[in-house]
């Protein structure tokens, strides 16, 4: 939106530390998608919302955590509640114990952040 000349660089998954998505500029990690977008706006003095009110700023950055902090659990718990749409995504190249597992790891995730402690 900003027009900012960038690189896709996939030789490294996650920032170190284990965030995604993250970036680097000018050689300085910054990890997190809101922190890359507060650094860009420093860095290069942008701000794509300079046009919106203080009230219509307000409502974005409540609608942005929403989706950062709650739509990511609720989405990954949707998947998980299926087998076989897990082994189906996965390309059949896990096998269910492996999936399993993973399911574990992300359910008590979603109890470590708060979310996974509601029933469904």
């Known amino acids: 939106m900003a027009k900012i000349e960038y690189t896709n660089d996939f030789s490294v998954t996650q920032s170190s530390k284990g965030k995604i998505p993250w970036m680097r500029y000018d050689g300085e990690p910054v990890e997190d998608s809101q922190f890359c977008v507060e650094y860009l706006n420093r860095k290069l003095n942008i701000n794509l919302n300079s046009h919106l009110a203080e009230e219509q ?22 998947r998980m509640e299926n087998m076989e749409f897990m082994t189906s995504m996965s390309g059949n190249r896990f ?26």
């Open 57 to 78: 700023r307000a409502i974005a950055h409540a609608f942005r955590k929403m989706a950062e902090v709650n739509l990511y659990w609720c989405m990954g718990l949707a």
């Open 95 to 120: 096998n269910k114990l492996f999936i399993w597992y993973g399911i574990r790891v992300y359910r008590n995730q979603m109890k470590a952040h708060g979310i996974g402690r509601h029933s469904p």
